[in-house]
C-alpha cells in the first residue's frame, strides 16, 4: 500500500492543484478499498481532473479477486479521455453518479461503468469508477428512427402521445431533450443528438436513458418533481454550465398538460470563448504596461545617476526635465497595468503629474500649485500620454521661468480640467513676469513638445494668452 499511496500522491501532485489534505482523503479512499471485499468480480478505480488538460488522469486500479481483470497493462498514469469515458469526465465536472454508461479502456475493450463522485468539503475531488465489460456486441450511436429523407423521427412512445405536437422541436438549431415524469428520455432533437454524441461522447442508445444520466449541473430531478408538485403546475429553472470545453445555456421546464419535462441546450461556447479570449488579451495587456512601467523606472533611475554624477548644471537640469518625462510616460502605463481597458482616469494621470512635478520643484515652497481636476473621464492611452507631455512641459515651465523676473506676493499657478459639448479643456496658468509665445521657440524644448503633441496627437488647438501680469495657456481637443 505505500507503493500505492506514493503514485497517488505523486501524480496528485504532478497533475492538480489539490491540497495535501485532499490528497490525504483519497488516499484514505484507495485503502478502504484495498481492504474491501466488494467489487470482486470489477475492476475499480479511482481518476483525477488534470488541471492542465482537463481531461481525466487514473491514480489507482485495483483489479478483481475472482475473475481476470479487462486490463492486461498497468493504467496508472494513463489518460481518461472524454471521447472515450464519457461518464468519469461528467462526473468530475458535475458531482453526478453516472450509471451505466458505455465506455472504451485504455486497450480498446467496450466497457460499462459506474462512476460515483468523491467529495470532501462540498468539492469533487476525485471520483470511483467500477467497470465491468459491455453487454453490448457494438457501440449503438444513434437511437432515433431515421427515415428515408434522412430526417430523425420521434419515438414511437412520443408519437402516439400529447406530446405530438412538440414535433416542430426537430427543426430547432438548439438541443431539446423530453422526459416523462419518472425522468426517462422520451425524445431528443437532433441537435440534442449532436451535442451527446459529438461533443459529450456518449455512446449508449439516448431515448429510454434517465435524467440522472443525461443532467449537466446540479438540477437534481427530485427538486423539480417537488418544484413542479408531482409535474401538476409548471415551473421553469435556467444556468449556465461549463463541461470540459463547453459551455451551454440550460433551461429546464415543465410543461403540466403533457405530463412532461423540456430541456432546451443553447450552445453559447463561442461568445464563451471569444469572452475569455478577451479577457487574456486585457490580462496580457496589464502585464505588458506593467513590465514597460518597470522598465521606464529603471530608465529613470539611470538618468538620475547620470545627472548626480554630472559636473555640468545644464546637464543636470537636461536629466531632469527627462527623469519627468519619463515619469509621465510611466504613469499612463501603471494607469494601463490596473485597467481592464485601454482608458485612463485623467483624474488619476493630471494629479500623477502634479505630484512628480512638484517633487521636482520641492525646494520651491513658496509656489502654491492649486488644481481643479475634479472631472472623472477617461481617455484612450495614446492621447492620455500626450496630455501628460503636455501637462508636464507647461507646468515645468511656469515653475522654471514664470518667476525669474518678478516675484508676486504670492506666486501661484492654477490647473483646471474642464469639458463642455464633448470638448476638453485644460487650462494652466501663473501670475508670473509672463513671455512673447509669438517669438521663435524653437529652442525651448519644451515648447515644441507642448506644440507638437496638441496638434499632432490630441488633434487640438493652444492658445497663450501672456502679460505682464502672468501667463494663461488654453488647450482644447475632442473628447
Same mark, same amino acid.
Given at each position: ?269 463561442? %461568445? +464563451?470563448?471569444? !469572452?475569455?479570449? &478577451?479577457? *487574456? ?8 504596461? #506593467?513590465?514597460?512601467? $518597470? ?112 516675484? %508676486? +506676493?504670492?506666486? !501661484?499657478?492654477? &490647473?483646471? *480640467? ?8 485644460? #487650462?494652466?496658468?501663473? $501670475? ?48
Amino acid at each position: 500500500m505505500m507503493t500505492t499511496k506514493k503514485y497517488i500522491r505523486d501524480l496528485c501532485l504532478l497533475h492538480t492543484d489539490l491540497s495535501l489534505e485532499d490528497i490525504d482523503f483519497i488516499e484514505l479512499k484507495a485503502e478502504e478499498l484495498e481492504l474491501s471485499c466488494q467489487y470482486s468480480e470489477e475492476d475499480v478505480f479511482i481518476d483525477i481532473l488534470n488541471t492542465y488538460s482537463d481531461q481525466a488522469t487514473v491514480i489507482y486500479h485495483k483489479k478483481p479477486d475472482s475473475i481476470d481483470s479487462l486490463y492486461e497493462k498497468d493504467v496508472v498514469g494513463d489518460t481518461a479521455y472524454l471521447r472515450n469515458e464519457p461518464g468519469v469526465l461528467r462526473t468530475l465536472q458535475t458531482g453526478v453518479p453516472t450509471v451505466g454508461l458505455s465506455a472504451i479502456s485504455q486497450e480498446g475493450v467496450l466497457i460499462q461503468q459506474k462512476v460515483f463522485p468523491i467529495f470532501r468539503e462540498n468539492r469533487v475531488i476525485a471520483c470511483l469508477i467500477i467497470e465491468n465489460k459491455s453487454s453490448h456486441s457494438n457501440l449503438l450511436y444513434f437511437s432515433l428512427k431515421k427515415a428515408e429523407d434522412g430526417e430523425y423521427e420521434l419515438a414511437d412512445i412520443f408519437k402516439e402521445s400529447y406530446l405530438q405536437q412538440f414535433s416542430y422541436l426537430k427543426y430547432l438549431s438548439d438541443g431539446i431533450l423530453v422526459f416523462d415524469q419518472k425522468g426517462y428520455l422520451l425524445y431528443c432533437n437532433q441537435e440534442a443528438e449532436s451535442i451527446y454524441r459529438e461533443k459529450l461522447a456518449y455512446m449508449d442508445p439516448l431515448i429510454g436513458m434517465h435524467y440522472d444520466n443525461l443532467v449537466l449541473g446540479n438540477i437534481s430531478l427530485d427538486d423539480i418533481i417537488k418544484e413542479s408538485d408531482n409535474f401538476t403546475k409548471p415551473c421553469s429553472q435556467s444556468r449556465e454550465v461549463r463541461y470540459c470545453n463547453y459551455h451551454f445555456q440550460i433551461t429546464r421546464y415543465v410543461v403540466p398538460e403533457a405530463q412532461v419535462m423540456v430541456s432546451h441546450y443553447k450552445d453559447v461556447t463561442s %461568445p +464563451k470563448e471569444i !469572452e475569455k479570449k &478577451l479577457f *487574456l488579451m486585457e490580462t496580457t495587456l496589464r502585464e505588458m504596461n #506593467h513590465r514597460v512601467k $518597470n522598465n521606464l523606472q529603471t530608465l529613470v533611475s539611470l538618468l538620475r545617476i547620470q545627472g548626480q554624477r554630472s559636473q555640468s548644471l545644464e546637464a543636470k537640469k537636461i536629466c531632469q526635465e527627462s527623469v519627468d518625462r519619463v515619469l509621465s510616460i510611466s504613469m499612463v502605463h501603471e494607469l494601463l497595468s490596473t485597467e481592464n481597458r485601454d482608458n485612463i482616469s485623467l483624474k488619476e494621470l493630471l494629479q500623477g503629474v502634479v505630484y512628480t512635478v512638484q517633487e521636482c520643484f520641492s525646494e520651491r515652497e513658496d509656489i502654491c500649485l492649486t488644481t481643479d481636476i475634479n472631472l472623472d473621464i477617461s481617455l484612450d492611452s495614446s492621447r492620455a500620454t500626450a496630455l501628460a507631455f503636455v501637462l508636464n512641459e507647461l507646468l515645468h515651465n511656469s515653475y522654471e521661468h514664470a518667476f525669474q523676473k518678478k516675484l %508676486p +506676493k504670492k506666486p !501661484e499657478i492654477y &490647473l483646471q *480640467l474642464l469639458i463642455l459639448n464633448g470638448i476638453i479643456t485644460l #487650462h494652466v496658468s501663473d $501670475n508670473g513676469n509672463g513671455y512673447r509665445w509669438n517669438d521663435d521657440h524653437s529652442n525651448h524644448l519644451g515648447l515644441v513638445i507642448v506644440e507638437r503633441f496638441v496638434k499632432s496627437s490630441l488633434k487640438g488647438k493652444i492658445r497663450v494668452d501672456s502679460l505682464s501680469s502672468g501667463t494663461r495657456t488654453t488647450i482644447t481637443f475632442k473628447y
